[in-house]
């Protein structure tokens, strides 16, 4: 099994590092860079083995039939991952299309 990530979402972490520091989320950039960085290894990692969900319509403008499933960083904040798997060869690929948190997209799921 393999997690693979659009060029997008893998500008989004390296956004999401400046916004989360800007923002006043975490007092050193460094802390911000390894809140994104934990998150992206616990999606590497657990994406496989946690429970997904078919997602909502919604969403299909990021790719149509995909699935999501939610991380649980803090207790405000979850980040819902959408992605597709892939079949090859006997191997299992997961491509992460979208990503977002319980603030911005709640309402959708």
């Given at each position: 099994?393999?997690?693979?990530?659009?060029?997008?979402?893998?500008?989004?972490?390296?956004?999401?590092?400046?916004?989360?520091?800007?923002?006043?989320?975490?007092?050193?950039?460094?802390?911000?860079?390894?809140?994104?960085k934990e998150l992206i290894d616990e999606i590497?990692?657990?994406?496989?083995?946690?429970?997904?969900?078919?997602?909502?319509?919604?969403?299909?403008?990021?790719?149509?039939?995909?699935?999501?499933?939610?991380?649980?960083?803090?207790?405000?904040t979850t980040w819902y991952v959408f992605f597709?798997?892939?079949?090859?060869?006997?191997?299992?690929?997961?491509?992460?299309?979208?990503?977002?948190?319980?603030?911005?997209?709640?309402?959708?799921?």
């Amino acid at each position: 099994m393999r997690v693979f990530f659009l060029p997008e979402i893998q500008k989004y972490y390296d956004e999401l590092e400046q916004i989360l520091y800007e923002k006043g989320y975490f007092v050193f950039k460094e802390s911000s860079k390894k809140y994104v960085k934990e998150l992206i290894d616990e999606i590497i990692t657990k994406l496989p083995i946690y429970p997904s969900k078919p997602a909502p319509k919604y969403f299909d403008k990021y790719g149509k039939n995909m699935k999501y499933t939610g991380f649980r960083k803090n207790r405000n904040t979850t980040w819902y991952v959408f992605f597709d798997t892939y079949e090859v060869e006997n191997e299992i690929f997961y491509l992460v299309r979208y990503i977002a948190n319980n603030h911005t997209i709640a309402q959708y799921l």
